[in-house]
């Protein structure tokens, strides 16, 4: 039988044909010397690496080297791979003569998607999730959604709890590191103190499984415990609850510890016995099969400079305080919590990532490719495929609606709306201009006008840019945010 070359995010029993299949897995020290990553992503994608080669035994060749090339070379003719996650690894596993398979790990394969999508004006995730409900049969009461209706995202926009410090739901098992994980810290320790490798944030006990074990562990838990409160709260944050009710399985699953159909199966058993309500159920669904395949799919499916799609024109660099994760430096108690939240963690659930992070910079017009680059290197669950279109595409709009109707901008009032962040923050979520003005209030009128050209023939922005024109203090907004440069607010 071929030996199958797996990825350090191919690490799940759904990469090889049968449980006896010879394995070559690599560890690549060059890997960690091209980027600076977030030390405890790197903690978290070796530990899981060699976890999985642990469990393997000698059913697995286990290398580690400079890089892919030096070991690959010794097999030649002789391993097969699942369809790597990036262009670059695709490229490198052609120049190698490795034998290429269908991708694995996601719901719906790349032919479907194509014949999904052609002919299509306009590539909306809302009708390729329907079409993998159908495919798929997942929340179906045969030709119908479950429920009768098929998003019920309006029954998930709640704000948080008026009055909470914290959401209220059991937090997800602790993962117990061992002697692997104490051998990885030993080694980044080492590659930064006499290799010169450098890392992002700071490190910190493991937090996300890095074993299929530990993954099943927090998916039953996250089913049985956090899932009821799901839907609800899915878009609310607290500054006391950055996990709020979220799964925690984005990096398990981006790791290849579980497969998103078993994902979305047990979260439907739950529905079907009564254990969580629909809305949650269906917005969790939504999230794995129709958010997470589509990002896949456009990955590939759009041209490989789409990454370099700019039609906004942000130019502007990110600054020293951001790409370092300098928290201490800012002010803005929202964008300091959520900032420390990446430092701390490598992780913050999808809203302090869009709507905090990203709506601050696509304010700014910090360049999207950057800000791409940055989200795949400080989260423990980014990767290239992963961020190309959720950061240029959805959070910076720098495509111009190949993949969203609109750009997610947003003054202070929704951040006021939807956490507890505006109290005891130095900043008004209601004053434009002033010391006291709100930088996400500000910057969102500055951004409007920036930009007032290129979305003004936007039909969902015609309220937003009838609102610029009745602004009597918008000269003096827009010199105030041109003041402020780059500065941390």
């Given at each position: 039988m071929t030996r199958r070359w797996l990825f350090a995010d191919q690490l799940g029993p759904h990469?090889?044909?049968?449980?006896?299949?010879?394995?070559?897995l690599v560890e690549s020290k060059a890997v960690f010397r091209r980027r600076v990553f977030h030390r405890q992503k790197a903690h978290l994608v070796l530990s899981a690496l060699r976890h999985r080669a642990a469990e393997l035994g000698d059913q697995a060749d286990v290398v580690r080297a400079e890089t892919y090339t030096q070991v690959v070379g010794g097999y030649p003719g002789g391993l097969s791979v699942c369809h790597p996650t990036s262009r670059a690894a695709r490229a490198l596993v052609g120049r190698l003569g490795v034998e290429v398979l269908g991708p694995r790990g996601f719901a719906t394969s790349p032919e479907d998607f194509v014949a999904w999508a052609g002919g299509r004006r306009g590539l909306k995730m809302e009708d390729f999730y329907r079409d993998a409900r159908r495919r798929h049969g997942i929340l179906m009461d045969g030709a119908e959604p479950a429920g009768g209706t098929w998003n019920l995202d309006a029954d998930n926009r709640e704000p948080p709890p008026r009055g909470a410090g914290r959401l209220g739901v059991e937090d997800p098992p602790a993962i117990v590191e061992d002697a692997i994980d104490h051998g990885v810290r030993e080694d980044l320790d080492r590659w930064q103190r006499?290799?010169?490798?450098?890392?992002?944030?700071?490190?910190?006990?493991?937090?996300?499984?890095?074993?299929?074990?530990?993954?099943?562990?927090r998916l039953?838990?996250?089913?049985?415990h956090r899932l009821p409160s799901f839907g609800p709260y899915e878009d609310a944050m607290l500054a006391g609850d950055p996990l709020m009710a979220h799964s925690m399985l984005s990096a398990p699953i981006n790791l290849g510890l579980l497969d998103?159909?078993?994902?979305?199966?047990?979260a439907e058993d739950a529905y079907r016995s009564g254990a969580a309500?629909?809305?949650?159920?269906?917005?969790?669904?939504?999230?794995?099969?129709?958010?997470?395949?589509?990002?896949?799919?456009?990955?590939?499916?759009?041209?490989p400079d789409y990454r370099r799609s700019n039609e906004l024109g942000a130019r502007r660099h990110l600054p020293k305080w951001f790409a370092e994760l300098d928290a201490d430096a800012v002010q803005a108690r929202c964008l300091r919590d959520v900032l420390a939240g990446v430092r701390d963690r490598g992780w913050v659930h999808h809203i302090p990532r869009l709507m905090v992070l990203g709506n601050y910079a696509m304010q700014r017009g910090w360049h999207p490719g950057e800000l791409a680059d940055w989200f795949h290197r400080a989260f423990v669950d980014g990767y290239e495929w992963v961020m190309t279109?959720?950061?240029?595409?959805?959070?910076?709009?720098?495509?111009?609606?190949?993949?969203?109707?609109?750009?997610y901008a947003a003054g202070g009032a929704y951040i006021h709306r939807m956490s507890d962040y505006c109290g005891g923050c130095?900043?008004?979520?209601?004053?434009?201009?002033?010391?006291?003005?709100?930088?996400?209030?500000?910057?969102?009128?500055s951004f409007l006008k920036r930009n007032e050209a290129q979305l003004s023939g936007n039909h969902r922005?015609?309220?937003?840019?009838?609102?610029?024109?009745?602004?009597?203090?918008?000269?003096?907004?827009?010199?105030?945010?041109?003041?402020?440069g780059s500065r941390a607010p």
């Open positions: 990469f090889l044909d049968e449980p006896g299949q010879p394995v070559l006499d290799d010169g490798i450098e890392f992002l944030g700071r490190d910190g006990p493991r937090l996300f499984p890095a074993t299929r074990r530990e993954a099943l562990a039953r838990h996250f089913v049985e998103p159909l078993e994902v979305v199966e047990r309500p629909l809305n949650s159920v269906e917005g969790f669904v939504r999230q794995i099969i129709g958010w997470r395949d589509f990002i896949w799919h456009l990955y590939w499916y759009f041209e279109a959720n950061v240029v595409g959805m959070s910076q709009y720098a495509d111009a609606g190949r993949m969203s109707t609109k750009p130095p900043y008004d979520p209601k004053v434009r201009v002033g010391a006291d003005a709100c930088p996400y209030t500000a910057g969102y009128w922005m015609r309220q937003p840019m009838r609102g610029l024109g009745r602004l009597s203090d918008l000269d003096a907004l827009v010199e105030q945010e041109k003041a402020r």
